[in-house]
């Protein structure tokens, strides 16, 4: 049945009244005065809108303005899609997919050529052109099995405890110095230095408030681990566990250290990690990866809105020139075929009547466009078709990149 809901940007005022509907449709568990403090202050809202049936708000959906790094290391902007729910009691009537309308004809007047998301459900946003670009590692480690093998330099590195509030410029200084390393990261906004900090009770499971340990070489800190622990005990003893929050270093020595520091801590015998790279480091430094539960999930899913700009906004690994037809219904702007000219320098990205040399979709190119997704698996998966002999295996080396793009935190 068709919605009769209409759509309207969110006012100030209404803020409360909608935020709580995202909280029903999300279990009705109200969030923590803390949290609900910072993301009314976060809401950008000129960019979200509700959907209503009557007075009665039936739909929420914003959009953050963020600027994310992309392969060869520019920022492109990106609208930050978040805040989506609709009622229970109006599901599949439309008011989704009307209000991802909405949104991506705002995202592509607004001039931003990418639309980025994390999904409750990774099967949601597909329809509407969005493909999963990163990946993130879950880590259950035992800590009694496996050991770390540090490097060279990792005695040097000086360890110890800082307040969480009173060292978060320091270690905020540290994050802005890693952001450029990973595509798929976020230059944060002034605001958004509170969210590593939020630390609610309720969310902790027993835990420790959050800890905070500095490394430091010549006076200087050169990397950061805020982690909860968590006692626990039983009849041989103590089993405690510890629940890493977030680790950043400059150098793979302090990487090591803090990692070394978190297997040794006492009484403990596990470190759970919820959202590392998927080539994360740690890998490599471990001592036995079958004893760290490693798990892999969908993290950052990517939307083309203005495909030759985002296409020309980032470099390639390899020389590639190639036309691209491209089937994008939700954004029809996108469709047809475009000629892709680009190197490690820099690209273009232009309309073309040329023969194409691969056929597929938008949500294709959002998958692989920060390079962890190559394009050879999306063929695999009947997902590309190759046109020309040749072009698949040159068009996925070039989209690819050297390291694993990844998503530090969520919005």
């Known amino acids: 049945m068709a919605t009769a809901t209409e759509l309207r940007m969110l006012q100030r005022e209404q803020w409360d009244r909608w935020y709580g509907k995202l909280e029903l449709a999300f279990g009705g568990v109200p969030e923590s005065r803390e949290e609900r403090e910072l993301w009314s202050a976060l809401t950008e809202c000129d960019r979200s809108m509700g959907a209503w049936d009557g007075d009665e708000c039936v739909g929420t959906a914003g959009a953050f303005g963020f600027h994310v790094s992309v392969p060869g290391g520019a920022f492109v902007p990106a609208a930050g899609v978040t805040m989506v729910s609709v009622a229970a009691t109006h599901r599949r009537r439309g008011v989704l997919t009307s209000m991802m309308r909405r949104q991506l004809d705002d995202v592509r007047a607004w001039g ?24 993130q590692l879950t880590l259950d480690i035992d800590t009694t099995r496996a050991r770390i093998a540090a490097p060279p330099g990792t005695d040097d590195v000086r360890l110890r405890f800082a307040p969480v509030e009173e060292s978060a410029g320091a270690c905020e200084a540290v994050y802005l110095r890693t952001i450029g390393s990973r595509p798929g990261m976020f230059a944060r906004k002034p605001g958004w230095e509170r969210l590593p900090l939020l630390d609610p009770a309720s969310e902790r499971e027993g835990a420790s408030p959050m800890q905070c340990v500095l490394a430091e070489r010549d006076g200087e800190v050169v990397g950061y681990v805020r982690f909860h622990n968590k006692p626990e005990w039983d009849a041989f003893g103590p089993g405690g566990s510890i629940t890493l929050r977030q680790i950043d270093a400059l150098d793979p020595a302090a990487y090591a250290a803090l990692w070394r520091f978190l297997f040794d801590i006492d009484l403990t015998s596990r470190v759970q990690a919820r959202n590392r790279p998927v080539d994360d480091p740690l890998l490599g430094l471990v001592t036995d990866v079958r004893r760290c539960g490693v798990r892999v999930r969908d993290s950052l899913h990517v939307r083309l809105v203005d495909l030759a700009a985002a296409l020309a906004a980032r470099t390639y690994q390899a020389p590639v020139e190639l036309v691209l037809e491209v089937e994008d219904a939700f954004c029809p702007w996108n469709e047809g075929r475009w000629r892709l000219m680009g190197d490690a320098k820099g690209a273009s990205c232009e309309r073309t ?10 949500r294709e190119l959002g998958a692989a466009y920060l390079g962890g997704v190559t394009l050879s698996s999306l063929a695999a998966a009947g997902r590309v078709r190759e046109l020309r002999g040749g072009a698949l295996a040159e068009a996925s080396v070039a989209f690819g990149s050297d390291v694993a793009p990844w998503l530090p935190h969520g919005f």
Not at 353 to 362: K, P, V
């Open 112 to 135: 931003e050529p990418l639309a980025v998301l994390t999904a409750s459900e990774p099967d949601i946003y597909g329809r509407f052109g969005y493909g999963i670009a990163t990946h």
């Open 353 to 362: 009547t040329a023969a194409a040399d691969l056929a597929l979709s938008a």
